[in-house]
Nanobody
Framework: QVQLVESGGGLVQAGGSLRLSCAASGLAVNTYYMGWFRQAPGKEREFVAA?????YYADSVKSRFTISRDNALNIVYLQMNSLKPEDTAVYYC????????????WGQGTQVTVSS
């Protein structure tokens, strides 16, 4: 049974940093496309970043966010720097087998709030 558990969210001032973690069980994070998505109130869920053989980023977070993984711990991270109020959202970790599939597995989400 696959489980993705996010942690690391919280309240931070604009310009600050947070690191989100996604602990995976039931799959190996180095064999799946692992992604981060976010959903702000009243908005559609949007792609943030993903990693498989290389990292992919949404334009809105490129150069500020970094996705990485620890294969030994089976954890995927999202380091978020230079945070802006518009980064406020619930952040979700997700996994899919390959790029031709939809994301099959989702975590419960972690709230990130950036104050101005």
């Amino acid at each position: 049974q696959v489980q993705l558990v996010e942690s690391g969210g919280g309240l931070v001032q604009a310009g600050g940093s947070l690191r989100l973690s996604c602990a995976a069980s039931g799959l190996a994070v180095n064999t799946y496309y692992m992604g981060w998505f976010r959903q702000a109130p009243g908005k559609e869920r949007e792609f943030v970043a993903a990693i498989r053989l290389r990292a992919y980023y949404a334009d809105s977070v490129k150069s500020r966010f970094t996705i990485s993984r620890d294969n030994a711990l089976n954890i995927v991270y999202l380091q978020m720097n230079s945070l802006k109020p518009e980064d406020t959202a619930v952040y979700y970790c997700a996994a899919r087998w390959d790029a031709s599939h939809e994301y099959d597995y989702w975590g419960q989400g972690t709230q990130v709030t950036v104050s101005s």
